[in-house]
């Protein structure tokens, strides 16, 4: 059915069930009841009646005849699968939200194809190839589409899609892991403290920021970033179709669109439309998105925004009594 004929027959459905239900109600309440006060109470009752047919028509209408053939959900800010968390950023919608809402999008009998909206620096590896898997298992095209930032992580699962449309003003790149850590040995003995090494496993506590790497340590979990590396090469170079050498040859930059795209990085430039378009080729019809989101509910809601103020507040802290060199964390992404 065409998107015109789509709105057309969903228009007379919720019409339909609102008549319906005003007739009714007006038989139920006005007609059938005497006295003045009695028939007042009922025309107040059939509009109410009325109201709830066209609330429950436009419900059987969506659910019969939806309004959207395509599916559209968004990656913002730090890939996470737990919301907020300082030391970082605070995390709006979290990896498994998002794969959620993925899923829900396949098993959608209306959604036809997939946009993955992506303005993210990237996060945690785990979360972001979870997304980039429920990219991959969709049943139909995919297309992701950078409309800010799309780094490291948020590269992770845009190479797993059919398609890669980005801004020219956007940063597309940043194929790199990175493990960084702060040492506090030198503080401890300023402070005339020491730290005292009891574990089970000569690695158990390397990389802890009590005390100084040696340098099996440092060989140890350089090996680790190393392997987190040539997985995402290898995710790049199959998702992408490009030459392993040319992927390495990025040196984890980020690149604005152009350069992006001459890299092999995007396949197109543009916006909106541009998304669009694609699609509309690729499922034979007009585009009607529709966003697929999580429900938070007012305790999420307020969590979010105490942690946002929560970081605001330390981060300003931060700014001022740490220098840049000791603000990093120990962290993949």
Request: aromatic share 6%.
């Amino acid at each position: 059915m065409t998107s015109t004929g789509s709105r057309l027959a969903q228009t007379a459905i919720i019409g339909g069930g609102a008549v319906f239900a005003a007739v009714a109600g007006f038989v139920v309440f006005v007609t059938v009841p005497d006295g003045n006060v009695a028939r007042l109470f009922g025309v107040v009752l059939a509009l109410s009646t009325a109201i709830l047919g066209l609330r429950l028509g436009r419900e059987y209408a969506d659910a019969l005849v939806a309004r959207y053939n395509v599916a559209r959900v968004s990656v913002e800010g730090p890939i996470a699968n737990r919301p907020g968390g300082l030391p970082t950023k605070p995390v709006a919608v979290t990896a498994r939200d998002v794969v959620e809402q993925i899923e829900t999008a396949d098993a959608d009998s209306h959604v036809r194809a997939l946009v993955v909206s992506l303005d993210t620096p990237g996060g945690e590896i785990v979360p972001s190839d979870d997304i980039r898997r429920a990219v991959e298992d969709f049943d139909g095209p995919t297309v992701a589409y950078a409309t800010g930032t799309c780094a490291s992580g948020g590269y992770w699962i845009a190479s797993g899609s059919d398609h890669v449309v980005a801004r020219e003003g956007s940063l597309v790149g940043s194929i790199g892991v990175i493990a960084s850590r702060v040492t506090g040995e030198g503080l401890l003995d300023s402070l005339g403290l020491t730290y005292e090494r009891l574990v089970a496993g000569e690695y158990k506590d390397a990389g802890i920021p009590l005390r100084d790497m040696n340098d099996a340590e440092r060989e140890y979990l350089q090996g680790i970033v190393d392997d987190y590396y040539e997985t995402f090469v290898d995710r790049v170079t199959a998702g992408r179709d490009l030459d392993e050498e040319a992927v390495r040859e990025t040196k984890a930059q980020v690149f604005l669109g152009q350069e992006a795209l001459e890299r092999g990085l995007v396949d197109e430039l543009g916006a909106d439309d541009a998304v669009e378009a694609w699609v509309s080729d690729e499922i034979g019809d007009a585009v009607e998105i529709r966003d697929f989101e999580p429900k938070l509910g007012l305790s999420e809601r307020l969590r979010m925004g105490a942690e946002r103020v929560t970081f605001a507040l330390g981060a300003g802290l931060a700014s001022t009594l740490a220098d840049d060199d000791t603000a990093s964390s120990f962290e993949f992404r």
